[in-house]
């Protein structure tokens, strides 16, 4: 199974970027959709982007359309969630994931490796 480590939160202003990666070892990286999630407190954790196997298509929440960009390096091992014109509502802490399954609504809320998660957090 591949495991996967997230780095790249932070504090940040509203209107700032943050770019986080999350880097996978241990099997083939383009055998995974690769994805990110996010859970802000008291709230259930949500879907905010994924990208195919080679990186042909990318899906957003609609909450991240526009805002946020998902893209992949197969040859690092690495996914990464560039986001920008960051609001309050953005904080979270934000979960890598991967999934052998092509994507789906259903794969998604059934995937099956996660990361730690790493803290994103955006002031007013």
């Known amino acids: 199974q591949v495991r996967l480590q997230e780095s790249g939160g932070g504090l940040v202003q509203a209107g700032g970027s943050l770019r986080l990666s999350c880097a996978a070892s241990?099997?083939?990286?383009?055998?995974?959709?690769m994805a990110w999630f996010r859970q802000a407190p008291g709230k259930e954790r949500e879907f905010v982007a994924a990208?195919?196997?080679?990186?042909?298509?990318?899906y957003y929440a609609d909450s991240a359309k526009g805002r946020f960009t998902i893209s992949r390096d197969n040859a690092k091992n690495t996914v990464y969630l560039q986001m920008d014109a960051l609001k309050p509502e953005d904080t979270a802490v934000y979960y890598c994931?991967?999934?052998?399954?092509?994507?789906?609504?259903?794969?998604?809320?059934?995937?099956?490796?996660w990361g730690q998660g790493t803290l994103v957090t955006v002031s007013s």
């Open positions: 241990g099997r083939t990286f383009t055998n995974y959709v």
């Open positions: 994931a991967a999934d052998p399954r092509p994507f789906t609504k259903t794969t998604m809320q059934n995937v099956e490796v």
């Open positions: 990208i195919s196997r080679g990186a042909v298509y990318t």
